[in-house]
């Protein structure tokens, strides 16, 4: 499992500085999974006016995101380019999650049915610019095993349709990628104010870190500053 490391980004209310992650997972089938794919291609060629086109400057602003942060770049430092992606997962539709959904066309798109329902992806603040790309999407309704040692889980609050994922690798053992359901420890102690649905948010929260203890796994968090300096990113692998 390798880290890619899509930029980073200041949240305005408390100044916290936030990496956005993506990841590529090997399987023992040789097969290459992605989950996530960053911000759109904009960001990193303007980033002062994709922030204005996209009203995103009363969230945060983003502070490093350049051409080597989009997702084929991230890929290439692995060896591989869209071709080689296999299967594409998306967490949610969120903007700093979905910006390049439409390059991997090619492999089957597994997301959960409340976020493909949706007449567009949720994107950011209700704006919606992106239609869903043509391609063979795979809706989950439910927790589902991806393959051997990985699953997704189904953990809406933060969206409708937020996923979860559990992977157990042969030396780091079981790792649990969180992502946005909880995008740092703290979102624990304050209620996950701001989720999509809060009750639902603290629910899936509790779900995953019982979850996290019961297979003694590492936890990888959405968007936690603390621990994002010290993550291994592209080209390096957890293995």
Not at 185 to 209: N, V, Y
Request: glycine share 10%; proline share 8%.
């Amino acid at each position: 499992m390798s880290v890619l490391d899509y930029g980073l980004f200041q949240v305005h209310a408390n100044g916290r500085i936030i990496g956005i992650a993506g990841f590529v997972i090997q399987t023992d089938a040789g097969e290459t999974v992605l989950i996530d794919t960053g911000f759109p291609e904009k960001y990193a060629t303007d980033a002062a006016a994709a922030t204005a086109e996209d009203d995103l400057g009363y969230f945060g602003q983003v502070l490093s995101l350049g051409p080597a942060n989009l997702a084929p770049s991230q890929l290439a430092l692995l060896g591989l380019g869209p071709d080689d992606v296999d299967l594409m997962i998306q967490s949610h539709t969120h903007i700093d999650h979905i910006g390049f959904i439409h390059a991997f066309q090619d492999a089957p798109i597994v997301i959960a049915v409340a976020e493909r329902a949706l007449p567009r992806p949720l994107y950011w603040s209700g704006k919606r610019p992106m239609d869903w790309p043509p391609g063979d999407y795979v809706t989950l309704t439910e927790d589902t095993k991806i393959g051997p040692g990985f699953h997704a889980y189904l953990v809406p609050g933060h969206t409708p349709g937020q996923l979860a994922f559990q992977i157990t690798l042969p030396n780091t053992g079981t790792v649990l990628l969180t992502s946005d359901a909880i995008s740092r420890p703290g979102e624990l102690d304050d209620g996950f104010a701001g989720a999509w649905d809060e009750i639902q948010a603290r629910t899936s929260g509790a779900r995953l870190m019982k979850i996290a203890a019961e297979q003694d796994a590492m936890i990888i968090f959405g968007h936690c500053p603390e621990q994002w300096p010290r993550l291994r990113k592209a080209p390096e692998w957890y293995d």
